[in-house]
């Protein structure tokens, strides 16, 4: 059988499980050059918030009535094609469901994880997550050495991330996290220099005290008034490189209002700058390399925080809005590694 959940109304707000139904029907057939797939680790990542809304974004909407779309890891339990083994791990868009027919890899397809890889860290490190912070930090916040480098959500998967590639580049690294074990794990963990908890200190009073020459590069994950806490401690040509906005929640209707200290990056002659990054597919090899080096040599670690069971899908997507994940949140839906493997 394979279960399914479906994408049944568009939320309002933040996301619950009545936006959803799982449904369970016969696990599909592989046609040819076709290979299934049984999902075995699902993805959570701020994003697919967004994909629920009936607007503009960088992938288009989730169909009502249509799987919801996620990435995740699996392995191949059938197969009609010469690019897929019976045992293969695979990455890539597989949705919240159990089973998934693999038709071909590539950029939208269902790629084979590379020999020595742990197939979740497809996920992570080597996933989108990954390839976000390296090239908002590496290509759009251009740090250097001796800088000091801001990063909000910097316990999340891809700030975590992002401020450790600035530290293995010779910067002072500050962190903003919300709690207690969250703010240790980025001080003792991630090695950040410092990390200001938003939940308890006054952020922007903080940030004078830690950089009182400014702030270089500001990696931004949160938006709000952390954002604007942080322009108002800019230092001059500081880039601050907009990864995402969680504290909007990524809803529906009327936007949030823009920051107060806008006016801060004309005074400081600063760059904001937005990015994607599919807009640098030529460039993954580098990154994958660059990643690779880093972890190896203990520059970079990541964390995971994982859960069981398909059913808590919903929760996992709406558990990042509410602080609940220290790293990258993963669900595992079957075991690892699947019998026979």
Known sequence: MNRQWILVKRP???VDDSSFELRSGPAPSPGPDEALVKVVW?????T????????PNYMDPVPLGAVMRGGGVGQVVASNSADYAVGDWVCGMVGWQDYAIATGQGLLGLN?????VDPKAMLSIFGATGLTAYFGMIDIGKPAAGETVLVS???GATGSIAGQIAKALGCRVIGIAGGTTKCTWVTEVARFDACIDYKTDDVETRLRELA???IDVFFDNVGGAVLDAALANIAERARIVV???ISSGYEVGEPPPGPRNYLQLGLERARMEGFIFLDYLDRFPEAFGQLHAWMTQGDIVYAEDI???LELAPAMLRGLFEGRNLGKQLLRIAPDPLPGS
Request: with cysteine; hydrophobic share 35%.
């Open 307 to 309: 859960q069981e069971g």
């Open 112 to 116: 084979i994880v590379p020999p020595g």
């Open 42 to 46: 699902l993805a959570f990542d701020p």
């Open 243 to 245: 990864c995402g906005g």
């Open 48 to 55: 697919q918030r967004g994909w629920l809304n009936d607007g």
């Open 212 to 214: 009182p020459d400014g």
């Open 12 to 14: 309002v707000g933040m």
């Open 153 to 155: 959500g910097a316990a």
